[in-house]
């Protein structure tokens, strides 16, 4: 395999299917419902905690587990979507995802909710995130995958969005604390299979030139790649970005339960709050990119960790009282815009710090294997702070803790552009890509 050959998997001109647009809806349709059933928790806390008669602590132990699984499986599955059809891989994890949250919503005793969390980890990331991100660089031109990712992006949120309203209102609906539950269970568990039943009769199988199976692909090579990818500081510099990134970017999860526990909001409240934090992704996401493509992925996230490290902060900081629900919508909204907007546009930074084209898959996989364990640590760590301090206390010192980490991220982004600055003249890494 040559250096050019990434570049030609990303031209579809010659293999364009019919009904594009209908192509990409499906993968942002996709894209988005897989995750509603593992992430519940980020608008339904409490409900999970009194339907399951869980402890916070517990919740965070069934994310954790789901963490872990996805975490091991980012790298095996770029090698398993370099092989087995999207399409195949996008449908049967989709499915899988589907009939979990079917199993789920039976109430199943605490040992059958980590099982399943266990699954959905090994069904979200090993045969599908891959898969996902491949099928929709095979949609785009090769000078068109920023628009690509933003509207596959924004449309996740718009379609996150939509379904987290849907829960919201069969939930409020319901008789029952339990019996709203497993009715948004069955909204994002019918949505997992509907997606599963559009990609399959939308997504077309791989073209021949973005398969993988031929002999030039043997395990020296990707041993190679690793070894070339783990000496470029840029890479651990990214990972340290997304990192903090992505556990800000949890830490709105605490919102709805924040304000039911510390302003004594119902259940219907929360929901709608985390619904209405859902709705703010879409746009966040687009500008962001816009915004991006004209002065640096690099500056604006600089201002965004500012933003968020202040915003953190003041949350850690606001009087419990019923006096302050305008400053918490305030908060709520300028965290959740900031959060959907550095999501949105951390791996451009891949281009920015002149990561080679040939090793952005070992590099987005080894970068993914470190940047997103917050998935493990974030909701443990929450539900262990919220246990140990009663009420609002532990939300407080959650949120402290998410400003520190915003200054950390803000030093990590910093240094990536000082380096980029220091390099501007220099050629990009040129590793000798063997065939």
Same mark, same amino acid.
């Given at each position: 395999?040559?250096?050019?050959?990434?570049?030609?998997?990303?031209?579809?001109?010659?293999?364009?299917?019919?009904? @594009?647009?209908?192509?990409?809806?499906?993968?942002?349709?996709?894209?988005?419902?897989?995750? =509603?059933?593992?992430?519940?928790?980020?608008?339904?806390?409490?409900? =999970?905690?009194? +339907?399951?008669?869980?402890?916070?602590?517990?919740?965070?132990?069934?994310?954790?587990?789901?963490?872990?699984?996805?975490?091991?499986?980012?790298?095996?599955?770029?090698?398993?979507?370099?092989?087995?059809?999207? &399409?195949?891989?996008?449908?049967?994890?989709?499915?899988?995802?589907?009939?979990?949250?079917?199993? =789920?919503?039976? !109430?199943?005793?605490?040992?059958?909710?980590?099982? !399943?969390?266990?699954?959905?980890?090994?069904?979200?990331?090993?045969?599908?995130?891959?898969?996902?991100?491949?099928?929709?660089?095979?949609?785009?031109?090769? /000078?068109?995958?920023?628009?690509?990712?933003?509207?596959?992006?924004?449309?996740?949120?718009?379609?996150?969005?939509?379904?987290?309203?849907?829960?919201?209102?069969?939930?409020?609906?319901?008789?029952?604390?339990?019996?709203?539950? *497993?009715?948004?269970?069955?909204?994002?568990?019918?949505?997992?299979?509907?997606?599963?039943?559009?990609?399959?009769?939308?997504?077309?199988?791989?073209?021949?030139?973005?398969?993988?199976?031929?002999?030039?692909?043997?395990?020296?090579?990707?041993?190679?790649?690793?070894?070339?990818?783990?000496?470029?500081?840029? *890479?651990?510099?990214? $990972?340290?970005?997304?990192?903090?990134?992505?556990?800000?970017?949890?830490?709105?999860?605490?919102?709805?339960?924040?304000?039911?526990?510390?302003?004594?909001?119902?259940?219907?409240?929360?929901?709608?709050?985390?619904?209405? @934090?859902?709705?703010?992704?879409?746009?966040?996401? =687009?500008?962001?990119?816009?915004?991006? /493509? &004209?002065?640096?992925?690099?500056?604006?996230?600089?201002? #965004?960790?500012?933003?968020?490290?202040?915003?953190?902060?003041?949350?850690?900081? #606001?009087?419990? /009282?019923?006096?302050?629900?305008?400053?918490?919508?305030?908060?709520?909204? *300028?965290?959740?815009?900031?959060?959907?907007?550095?999501?949105?546009?951390?791996?451009?930074?891949?281009?920015?710090?002149?990561?080679?084209?040939?090793? +952005?898959?070992?590099? *987005?996989?080894?970068?993914?294997?470190?940047?997103?364990? %917050? /998935?493990?640590?974030? %909701?443990?760590?929450?539900?262990?702070? !919220?246990?140990?301090?009663?009420?609002?206390?532990?939300?407080?010192?959650?949120?402290?803790?998410?400003?520190?980490? $915003?200054?950390?991220?803000?030093?990590?982004?910093?240094?990536?552009?000082?380096?980029?600055?220091?390099?501007?003249?220099?050629? %990009?890494?040129?590793?000798?890509?063997?065939?």
């Amino acid at each position: 395999m040559n250096a050019t050959e990434p570049n030609q998997a990303a031209q579809p001109a010659k293999r364009r299917p019919p009904h @594009r647009w209908l192509l990409l809806g499906s993968l942002i349709l996709a894209g988005e419902s897989i995750y =509603m059933l593992p992430y519940m928790r980020k608008s339904f806390q409490t409900s =999970m905690e009194a +339907t399951f008669a869980l402890s916070s602590f517990e919740i965070g132990t069934l994310n954790a587990l789901f963490g872990l699984l996805a975490l091991v499986c980012y790298l095996p599955g770029g090698w398993l979507a370099d092989r087995v059809s999207a &399409r195949r891989l996008l449908t049967i994890s989709l499915a899988g995802t589907g009939l979990g949250g079917l199993y =789920m919503a039976t !109430v199943p005793g605490y040992a059958g909710l980590l099982a !399943v969390h266990a699954f959905w980890g090994i069904f979200t990331i090993l045969t599908f995130w891959a898969a996902l991100i491949k099928a929709t660089r095979l949609w785009s031109q090769a /000078d068109a995958q920023g628009r690509a990712f933003g509207i596959l992006d924004g449309g996740r949120g718009i379609v996150g969005a939509g379904l987290g309203s849907l829960a919201a209102l069969c939930f409020a609906l319901s008789s029952s604390v339990e019996n709203g539950l *497993v009715s948004v269970i069955l909204v994002y568990s019918l949505a997992s299979l509907a997606a599963s039943l559009a990609v399959w009769l939308v997504v077309p199988d791989d073209p021949p030139v973005a398969s993988g199976n031929n002999a030039n692909h043997h395990g020296l090579h990707v041993l190679d790649s690793i070894g070339q990818v783990v000496r470029i500081a840029e *890479v651990w510099l990214i $990972a340290t970005v997304i990192f903090c990134a992505y556990f800000l970017f949890l830490g709105s999860y605490e919102f709805p339960a924040y304000a039911e526990r510390g302003f004594e909001r119902s259940k219907e409240f929360g929901a709608w709050l985390g619904a209405f @934090r859902d709705w703010l992704r879409p746009a966040s996401a =687009m500008i962001a990119g816009l915004v991006a /493509d &004209r002065i640096s992925a690099s500056r604006a996230m600089t201002f #965004l960790f500012m933003v968020l490290a202040v915003s953190y902060a003041s949350l850690a900081l #606001l009087p419990a /009282d019923a006096a302050w629900m305008a400053q918490l919508w305030a908060q709520v909204t *300028v965290t959740a815009l900031a959060v959907f907007a550095l999501r949105g546009i951390y791996f451009a930074l891949l281009e920015e710090a002149r990561i080679p084209l040939p090793l +952005t898959g070992i590099a *987005v996989g080894l970068i993914s294997m470190m940047a997103y364990t %917050p /998935d493990i640590i974030a %909701p443990v760590t929450s539900g262990w702070l !919220v246990e140990r301090h009663p009420g609002i206390e532990g939300y407080r010192r959650y949120f402290g803790t998410l400003a520190i980490l $915003a200054s950390v991220g803000l030093l990590a982004i910093s240094a990536i552009r000082v380096r980029a600055m220091r390099t501007q003249r220099k050629p %990009p890494h040129s590793p000798n890509v063997r065939s």
